[in-house]
């Protein structure tokens, strides 16, 4: 499987698990696609038959919301049977609308509240390199989610300690909960923040895999990495880019229809 | 009542190399010593509770056993959902440790007064609520959140707390009280050092020819209901006392498993009303000014006392 492929995968999942869940976040699942394929198919080290494998690397999705593409990506990769998708956000399921570890292999943590995985990643990673493990830390958050100030604790935190061995990923899709993210609350320079906050700091095409793959496997002798991955919100199916309406809708009846059809066509 | 905990913990952590401590930028002359002598194993996370917790839940994820320690309402009420999603969630073995508990820091002001933090401890699912009331039970606290895994949160005194235990020879058992005094009369269950106050209670009770049995509940969560079942049906009148707030609490919490049996004894919750402290002082002071000092205890416990007889007498 190519990370395109998988891509592809994780929309096209995440398109028929919110329309059978009938539920919210299948723009912030499109906008995330490319960089969860990326890291779970070239980037990171993983273990699907060993899940808790100490070799690992960790994958915390701190956009909780998005968790139809962890799911997904986990699924493909063989952490546990694709049907299992189809349970999403359904009566007595564990694949909750917000991503959640208990009874699902491969989460390393349950979010859904925002500004909360940067901080406990940064806890994982300070905790590897005292103990010398050689594994690396991906934190990936929202450009909403920045608003949260326990992001910049994190941030921080991390600089302070540097903590080499973590990478937070922004999925900067530049829409949030009712608004673009510069009408809610100016982010302005979000690459420049990082960089203020001693992170190195990268800025990539977040929908480009082999940029992604690029600015994800930097790492830093001293620094925490933070890649700023400029995403449109829906990518992938038309009528749902930048429409602020597909941050709550869940594809039904033609919009269903037509959100297959042109995934079809672009099928890898 | 701190630093016999932050010893303890030293202790341990001599032996332990998986045990951290992370401090909100506080304990200055308290940590010196483990600071000292773990530097590896101390940090300083800065003014940033929520990233704190955050941290010690990513650290206990992959295998340490950590500390979180502040003041007040800091470690606690500040970063609450973080000690929910990341911390209980997670079933991570963080021990959260506030120092202040009630009236501590009384002259610092309303911010400075924990008098909340067992209500929204205790609501929280998977964690463990510790309240000593000496720096004994406080050094017995610090070993026995070593030895279990899971959540913790520990809520200690101050400085200066005086001996309560006697007989070092006890041992903190989960879920257990443990008894200060007997007596048949009534039985006075005290969290945290207020548990002083109930013995002073029980003193002045004991002249009024009144006999208070008197146990102190380092365990908030899990409660001794045992104990509870066997007070209610032999006691007239259960009597809690506590530095906090009488709803949620300590004594909310009894409320609870008494009103689940078929009990004889009537219950009288001593804490605080519906109020924050406007007024600063001494701790000394702001129990007297809430009547949680010995005295006034002790004449809410004869009134309610009193009152028992009279309806035992009209056969109600």
């Known amino acids: 499987m190519t990370s395109k492929e998988l891509a592809w995968k994780i929309r096209r999942h995440g398109i028929e698990m919110t329309s059978l869940a009938k539920g919210s976040h299948i723009a912030s699942v499109l906008s995330v696609a490319d960089i969860v394929a990326v890291l779970y198919n070239d980037v990171m080290k993983i273990f699907p038959r060993d899940p808790a494998s100490d070799l690992r690397d960790r994958f915390i999705l701190s956009?909780?919301?998005?968790?139809?593409?962890?799911?997904?990506?986990?699924?493909?990769?063989?952490?546990?049977?694709?049907?299992?998708?189809?349970?999403?956000?359904?009566?007595?399921?564990?694949?909750?609308?917000?991503?959640?570890?208990?009874?699902?292999?491969?989460?390393?943590?349950?979010?859904?509240?925002?500004?909360h995985g940067l901080g406990v990643a940064a806890g994982?990673?300070?905790?590897?390199?005292?103990?010398?493990?050689?594994?690396?830390?991906?934190?990936?958050?929202?450009?909403?989610?920045?608003?949260?100030?326990?992001?910049?604790?994190?941030?921080?935190?991390?600089?302070?300690?540097?903590?080499?061995?973590?990478?937070?990923?922004?999925?900067?899709?530049?829409?949030?909960?009712?608004?673009?993210?510069?009408?809610?609350?100016?982010?302005?320079?979000?690459?420049?923040?990082?960089?203020?906050?001693?992170?190195?700091?990268?800025?990539?095409?977040?929908?480009?895999?082999?940029?992604?793959?690029?600015?994800?496997?930097?790492?830093?002798?001293?620094?925490?990495?933070?890649?700023?991955?400029?995403?449109?919100?829906?990518?992938?199916?038309?009528?749902?880019?930048?429409?602020?309406?597909?941050?709550?809708?869940d594809p039904q009846g033609e919009f269903y229809e037509q959100a297959i059809q042109e995934l079809e066509l672009v099928r890898p | 009542m701190r630093n016999a905990f932050v010893k303890a913990l030293e202790i341990q952590a001599a032996r332990d190399e998986n045990i951290f401590l992370i401090t909100g930028d506080l304990g200055f002359g308290v940590l010196t010593d483990f600071s000292a002598k773990f530097p590896a194993r101390f940090i300083n996370a800065g003014i940033c509770e929520q990233n704190m917790t955050a941290v010690a839940a990513g650290m206990a994820l992959e295998g340490k056993t950590v500390f979180t320690y502040s003041i007040a309402n800091f470690p606690t009420a500040r970063c609450l959902e973080q000690i929910r999603n990341d911390v209980a969630y997670h079933e991570a073995n963080v021990k959260i440790v506030a120092?202040?508990?009630?009236?501590?820091?009384?002259?610092?002001?309303?911010?400075?007064?924990?008098?909340?933090?067992?209500?929204?401890?205790?609501?929280?699912p998977k964690i463990t609520v510790l309240s000593p009331c000496d720096p004994l039970e406080a050094e017995k606290a610090a070993e026995y959140a070593v030895a279990a895994a899971g959540p913790f949160y520990i809520r200690l005194g101050r400085g200066g707390e005086p001996a309560i235990h006697q007989d070092r020879s006890f041992s903190l058992r989960r879920g257990k009280a443990l008894e200060l005094k007997s007596g048949t009369d009534a039985a006075i269950l005290a969290t945290g050092s207020i548990a002083g106050e109930a013995l002073k209670a029980a003193a002045i009770l004991a002249e009024r020819g009144i006999s208070c049995a008197v146990y102190s509940f380092p365990f908030v969560k899990p409660l001794d209901e045992?104990?509870?079942?066997?007070?209610?049906?032999?006691?007239?009148?259960?009597?809690?006392?506590?530095?906090?707030?009488?709803?949620?609490?300590?004594?909310?919490?009894?409320?609870?498993?008494?009103?689940?049996?078929?009990?004889?004894?009537?219950?009288?919750?001593?804490?605080?009303?519906?109020?924050?402290?406007?007024?600063?002082?001494?701790?000394?002071?702001?129990?007297?000014?809430?009547?949680?000092?010995?005295?006034?205890?002790?004449?809410?416990?004869?009134?309610?006392?009193?009152?028992?007889?009279?309806?035992?007498?009209?056969?109600?």
């Open chain 1, 63 to 115: 956009k909780g919301h998005a968790g139809a593409a962890v799911y997904a990506a986990l699924a493909e990769e063989g952490y546990f049977a694709t049907e299992l998708l189809r349970t999403h956000c359904q009566d007595g399921s564990f694949l909750s609308g917000h991503v959640s570890h208990k009874g699902v292999p491969g989460v390393e943590l349950s979010t859904g509240s925002l500004g």
């Open chain 1, 124 to 249: 994982m990673a300070l905790a590897a390199l005292r103990d010398g493990k050689q594994c690396q830390f991906y934190a990936v958050l929202g450009d909403g989610e920045c608003d949260e100030g326990s992001v910049w604790e994190a941030a921080l935190f991390a600089n302070h300690y540097r903590l080499r061995n973590l990478t937070a990923v922004i999925d900067h899709n530049k829409m949030q909960s009712l608004d673009y993210c510069e009408k809610t609350l100016e982010l302005l320079d979000l690459a420049g923040k990082w960089r203020a906050f001693g992170w190195r700091c990268l800025e990539v095409d977040g929908h480009d895999h082999e940029a992604l793959r690029e600015a994800c496997r930097t790492t830093d002798a001293e620094k925490p990495v933070c890649v700023v991955a400029h995403t449109v919100k829906g990518k992938g199916v038309s009528f749902m880019e930048n429409n602020i309406l597909w941050h709550y809708r």
């Open chain 2, 99 to 124: 120092v202040g508990a009630g009236f501590s820091y009384g002259a610092l002001g309303m911010t400075h007064h924990a008098t909340e933090d067992i209500a929204f401890m205790r609501a929280l």
């Open chain 2, 226 to 316: 045992e104990l509870l079942r066997r007070l209610a049906a032999a006691m007239p009148l259960i009597v809690t006392l506590e530095e906090h707030t009488a709803h949620g609490g300590f004594g909310g919490a009894v409320a609870e498993v008494i009103s689940g049996f078929r009990a004889r004894a009537a219950l009288t919750r001593i804490g605080l009303g519906d109020t924050f402290s406007a007024i600063v002082g001494s701790q000394a002071y702001l129990r007297r000014a809430y009547g949680l000092d010995g005295e006034s205890v002790a004449k809410a416990i004869l009134e309610a006392y009193e009152r028992e007889r009279e309806r035992e007498g009209e056969g109600i």
